[in-house]
């Protein structure tokens, strides 16, 4: 097995730390004069002391570096490399982190995004999904003319995607070959081939297409793999990862991989542990690259994410010795505006705040301004039932502490689609004091 360094960072192109912030950007107090981004961990906001507008997501510093080295840790030990979901939060300061912590490149799903991370310093990006239109080959196309030094792979599953690419790279040649990676996929499930027959017309449609195509390695992802428990669905996961590594050595016994590592890459943010631990066993003849693509890793979360970590731990033990877990870092915090009726209340946020993906919103700590120390903890009876575009339904117990006035922070569910509402997610330190900011690109 060979592992790859992490891959340089340059300046980037448009630095988002000069981003102007004003009264018109989401979550920034009204009245404010503008002020680059770079500079808002030194006004000295606390958003207990509601120096911040609510609702408001935001990111928890020690929850995030924590999670950073974590997964870091994690990889390396066990052989692989990371190149986590930048799709997740779309925030190239969050790509600049998880470069630093050594991931090999920053996957992406559409080409805006490998743009977004190109203009951002990133130098190695995957694009897990195919190259289709003339818009997306044209964009990779120039991204790869135009810098001998960034890398940028994509996904091929048809011999009909093969042959677009095949032919606009050879009208508009740019003196390499463009990278791709075989995509296998599962019946019911989204993109790739689904047998190895299929898989083999592929492999050898790039292998013709050289000097214009080149065969890089396997992709697959096995996140929507599914299951009537997490323990059936792991047994599924297991069964897609063999078919990848037996289609990866039938490639490899025709010749069909260009010079270097064997990319093996899987990896969603739920079953990392299975991938890697199949990939390591890979077998095959030449070294291979074992390419992990969590993402939701860095902000963890209060409910999917939180339940599918216990998973790993119980597959894989060996993760307590690298410490205590992934931590949630992400937050959004809303205001008690009515208390109608004496077991419910309504609240500040809604769909246009919170995604809701994976389940409702967890409400999980209030505080009531002016009071002094941390925020208290909510129990469990305070239950969100529902979302509007801008109210929160929750029932509570008629004995519930929360009156008109107060804050709720509330965890998340699939931190994606929470980030995608933001065009700014504030940084809090423990006693949520506003530290910096991150810009995102939805």
């Not at 928890?60 to 939060?89: I, Q, S």
């Not at 449609?205 to 009537?228: C, H, M, N, Q, T």
């Not at 078919?243 to 079953?271: N, W, Y």
């Amino acid at each position: 097995m060979t592992a790859a360094g992490p891959s340089p960072l340059e300046p980037a192109v448009g630095d988002p730390a000069a981003f102007p912030l004003d009264e018109t950007v989401k979550g920034m107090p009204p009245g404010i004069a503008p002020f680059p981004i770079a500079a808002i961990g030194a006004k000295g906001w606390n958003l207990l002391a509601e120096d911040m507008p609510l609702p408001l997501a935001v990111l928890k510093r020690a929850a995030l570096d924590h999670n950073l080295d974590w997964m870091a840790r994690f990889v390396d030990e066990r052989g692989a490399v990371l190149a986590p979901h930048g799709k997740t939060t779309m925030a190239p300061g969050l790509f600049r982190e998880q470069v630093e912590h050594g991931s090999w490149a920053i996957t992406v799903g559409t080409i805006h995004q490998a743009v977004v991370a190109y203009r951002h310093g990133v130098r190695r990006v995957l694009l897990a999904n195919q190259l289709i239109g003339r818009q997306a080959i044209r964009g990779a196309l120039d991204l790869l003319r135009a810098d001998p030094g960034f890398d940028l792979l994509a996904l091929v599953d048809s011999v009909a995607s093969v042959e677009l690419l095949a032919r606009a790279a050879a009208a508009d040649p740019i003196g390499r070959p463009i990278p791709l990676l075989l995509e296998m996929g599962y019946a019911g499930g989204r993109t790739g081939c689904r047998d190895t027959e299929t898989a083999l017309a592929v492999a050898s449609a790039v292998k013709d297409a050289a000097p214009y195509l080149e065969l890089r390695g396997i992709e697959g992802f096995e996140g929507l793999v599914s299951g009537r428990t997490i323990d059936e669905a792991a047994d599924q996961v297991r069964l897609f990862l063999e078919q990848m590594v037996a289609m990866a050595a039938a490639a490899g016994a025709g010749g069909l991989f260009a010079d270097g590592p064997i990319i093996l890459s899987a990896g969603g943010s739920a079953f990392y542990d299975i991938v890697v631990d199949r990939f390591r066993r890979a077998g095959l003849e030449r070294d291979v690259l074992l390419v992990s693509r969590s993402g939701c890793y860095i902000t963890h979360d209060s409910l999917m994410y939180r339940d599918f970590f216990a998973a790993v731990r119980g597959r894989t033990p060996q993760v307590d010795q690298l410490g205590t877990g992934l931590q949630p870092a992400l937050e959004v915090w809303a205001y008690v505006q009515s208390r109608p009726e004496p077991g419910k209340v309504i609240l500040t946020m809604g769909q246009r705040d919170v995604g809701v993906t994976g389940g409702l919103p967890q409400a999980q700590v209030w505080h009531r301004p002016g009071a002094a120390g941390s925020p208290a903890p909510l129990d469990g009876d305070h239950i969100v039932t529902g979302l509007n575009d801008q109210h929160c339904h929750m029932t509570v117990p008629a004995a519930s502490p929360l009156q008109v006035g107060d804050m709720v922070g509330f965890g998340v569910s699939h931190p994606c689609v929470t980030f995608d509402k933001w065009q700014v997610l504030p940084v809090v330190d423990d006693a949520y004091t506003i530290v910096g900011a991150y810009r995102t690109f939805f």
